[in-house]
């Protein structure tokens, strides 16, 4: 009796490959690893602490996650391009104070000081992307010396004292909910949404992507690299001041101490951790938004297993190293792959 082996079916070799295919696709996906990060670390501390994943704690985390995640969606854009944005904070706290100032000191309703305030942030970011491109200044230097400038005016205007007496405007946008869920979360999704859809599905979008990636290889493809350069820094800038109208409403007072100081390294902490890359080019919303989930689920937990607080920056530059080397380890093993 003959005996012999019989050849796997041609249908056996193909799903084989296609879920080789898969995996490798997810791995060099970024989002896969930080949204499983951000399920794992939220399980492990509501098992721990039950009163983590209570309503008022889930809330509370919302109104962070949304001003948080505003200015690391602008960050985000900036960093598409291959620049860098190191005023977001700055510009955010000046914003906080610009508002309170027009509002209380000049009188202006709320809506118009709102509006002169973003007129004013979307100038600042105005100048910043036409000195990147037409002075040719390192993004670095040129947000460095708005984040210097922002922090002198925001003292400068307010002496060392709170503004008080803000309309009632800025707290039924910052303290608002929508069935149970924060106003502010619900702007910070929509704008994610819409920023998702210009990156994801404009051909605007896509030149970023190409300007950050290679903006000679870009310019000779006809792209206006200028223009999208200078547009992603004034977005930037407004989303600073977008941000400062929910923390003004949560706050309740133009005040200067520690109000946007720091954020601008949690920003690029969440844009790089979502996976975008410091070198432009390379980079998701989603992956952005649960970067900035992961960083408030691990700044909460902190508190909530009532950690010392001076442990948290360092438990936060842990995470980002991690991501910057994760990052750097990626486009090797892309690159070796060609």
């Not at 799903?15 to 060099?28: F, K, W």
């Not at 946007?260 to 919303?285: C, Y």
């Amino acid at each position: 009796m003959n005996t012999s082996t019989a050849a796997a079916p041609p249908e056996t070799y193909v799903d084989t490959e296609q879920r080789r295919s898969l995996l490798r696709r997810m791995g060099e996906t970024p989002e896969v690893g930080v949204v499983a990060a951000c399920v794992v670390v939220f399980v492990a501390l509501a098992v721990d602490k039950s009163s983590f994943a209570g309503a008022v704690n889930l809330q509370g985390m919302g109104f962070d996650l949304a001003q948080y995640g505003l200015i690391a969606i602008g960050e985000s854009l900036v960093i598409l391009t291959g620049g860098i944005d190191l005023s977001v904070g700055a510009l955010l706290g000046t914003s906080v104070i610009l508002m309170s100032w027009f509002n209380v000191r000049a009188g202006l309703p709320a809506g118009l000081a709102i509006l002169i305030t973003l007129a004013i942030a979307g100038t600042v970011g105005l100048l910043h992307g036409l000195a990147v491109t037409r002075l040719k200044m390192a993004p670095f230097v040129v947000t460095l010396v708005t984040y210097t400038v922002a922090q002198g005016v925001t003292l400068a205007i307010t002496s060392g004292t709170s503004i008080t007496g803000i309309s009632g405007v800025f707290a039924d946008v910052g303290q608002t909910y929508v069935a149970q869920i924060p106003l502010p979360l619900v702007l910070f999704a929509v704008v994610a949404v819409v920023a998702w859809f210009f990156l994801e599905r404009t051909y605007a979008g896509r030149q970023v992507y190409a300007v950050g990636g290679n903006a000679e290889a870009a310019r000779l493809a006809g792209i206006r690299g200028e223009r999208r350069i200078v547009s992603m820094y004034v977005t930037s800038s407004l989303l600073s001041a977008f941000a400062g109208i929910m923390v003004l409403g949560r706050i309740g007072v133009g005040s200067a101490s520690g109000v946007g100081v720091g954020w601008e390294l949690s920003a690029i902490a969440a844009a790089v951790i979502g996976g975008v890359s410091l070198v432009g080019g390379q980079g998701r919303i989603l992956g952005i938004v649960a970067g900035t989930i992961l960083l408030e689920l691990i700044n909460n937990g902190l508190t909530t297993l009532q950690i010392n607080s001076n442990y948290t920056n360092i438990v936060l530059g842990c995470v980002l190293g991690l991501a910057i080397t994760a990052d750097r380890l990626r486009a090797r093993s892309i690159a070796k792959r060609g």
